[in-house]
Structures are given as structure tokens and as C-alpha cells.
Antibody, heavy 122, light 107 residues
């Protein structure tokens, strides 16, 4: 059974930084792209970033480009999201999602974690 | 960026009725790259349909996806109480990956 467990969400001040982590199990982690998808309170889903399997090509939404960095450790089956220069509109539940393909810029999400809440507020 | 527009925003129906949800794309999609998700309050989204019409593992056959090009539909025949939720479509063929705004199916 695929399991994705996010951690690292917290309350942070505007301009601050936070690192989210997702621990994966139940599948061959190194063979699949991984993504982070967020959902602001009461709003829809918003893809944030994706990272390919193998050669770790990375992809970002324009809203986070230059501020967020996605990375993966295939030896530990983890994918991280380093978030810098956080803004109030980054407040959301952040979900880790397993991609259906090897490319981080294509594919649907066949498994999701339960999410971790990031609140950006002074 | 490919924009997905879902309609209606809210669908008010009763158990046993049929639900028809629409998702329109701002440019033509390969059918291989259109997915549908279900989300219940307090839960993560769940994959229902991929490739426009293929049901994900464990999804009952009352959920049917169809469409091509820029127009896609999710049909739920004979709504069950557990089907009342929010449904999102997603284009997954090009970056940035994008979602529609969602359709809430309520009693």
C-alpha cells in the first residue's frame, strides 16, 4: 500500500522560511515523479512543484518560482520542499502526491498524503 | 498555461439521481492527460479517472469519464450518499499542471 506522510508545516512570519518533507513507502520511489500540491482554506487545488524520477529535473508554478525548491533523496524515499520568502498567500495545506510518470511536468496523481498546514501570518 | 473551467460550481441533487459535471480546457488536450479527483471535507483528494475515461483502482462503475479536445465530462449515475463531495478536473500533459476550480455535488 502506498503511503505518503508529510511533515514540517507550521506557523511562520511573512518573509520567513520553512522546509516540508514527505516520507514515501509502498512503491519503488525512485521510479516515479513526485509533486507538491497546495490548497488554500476553502479554495481549490494548486500545483506547486514537481520533480522527475531519476535525473531530478524540477518544475515550478510561476507563483513560487525563485522562492521554493523541491528536492528528493531516493536513498531515503523522501521529497522535500524548501520554502523561502513566504507570503500570506502561501497559506495552505500542502499535499505530497505521487505522479503517474517519471517526468515531473506530466502525469496525474494516483496517491496523496494527508497534507501539512502552512500558515504565514504575523 | 492551460486553464480549466468547471461547471456548474454547485450541483444540488438527491441520492439515486444522475450527476453530470463539465470541464472545459482553454486549449486542446490529449485525452491521455485529463484526470478527475474527488475530495471530501477534511480529506485529501482521491483519483477517480485518468486518461479521460479510465477508472482508477477501486472506483465503482457508476463513475464514468468521457470527452476529448477541450470538453470533458464526469458522470455519476445513481448518486450514493458517499458521492456528495467536491470534484476537480486536472490537465496533466504540460507544465504548469493545472486544476479546474471544482464542482460541489451537494444534497
Amino acid at each position: 500500500e502506498v503511503q505518503l506522510l508529510e511533515s514540517g508545516g507550521n506557523l511562520v512570519q511573512p518573509g520567513g522560511s520553512l522546509r516540508l518533507s514527505c516520507a514515501a513507502s509502498g512503491f519503488t520511489f525512485s521510479s516515479y515523479a513526485m509533486s507538491w500540491v497546495r490548497q488554500a482554506p476553502g479554495k481549490g487545488l494548486d500545483w506547486v512543484s514537481g520533480i522527475s524520477a531519476g535525473v531530478p529535473n524540477t518544475y515550478y508554478a510561476d507563483s513560487v518560482k525563485g522562492r521554493f525548491t523541491i528536492s528528493r533523496d531516493n536513498s531515503k524515499n523522501t521529497v522535500d520542499l524548501q520554502m523561502n520568502s513566504l507570503r500570506a498567500d502561501d497559506t495552505a495545506i500542502y499535499y505530497c502526491a505521487k505522479g503517474s510518470e517519471t517526468s515531473g511536468r506530466r502525469g496525474y496523481f494516483d496517491s496523496w498524503g494527508q497534507g501539512t498546514l502552512v500558515t504565514v501570518s504575523s | 498555461e492551460i486553464v480549466l473551467t468547471q461547471s456548474p460550481d454547485t450541483l444540488s441533487l438527491s441520492p439515486g439521481e444522475r450527476a453530470t459535471l463539465s470541464c472545459r480546457a482553454s486549449q486542446s488536450l490529449s485525452s491521455s492527460y485529463l484526470a478527475w479527483y474527488q475530495q471530501k471535507p477534511g480529506q485529501a483528494p482521491r483519483l477517480l479517472i485518468y486518461g479521460a475515461s479510465s477508472r482508477a483502482t477501486g472506483i465503482p462503475d457508476r463513475f464514468t469519464g468521457s470527452g476529448s479536445g477541450t470538453a470533458f465530462t464526469l458522470t455519476i449515475t445513481r448518486l450514493e450518499p458517499e458521492d456528495f463531495a467536491v470534484y476537480f478536473c486536472q490537465q496533466c500533459g504540460s507544465s504548469p499542471l493545472t486544476f479546474g476550480g471544482g464542482t460541489k455535488v451537494e444534497i
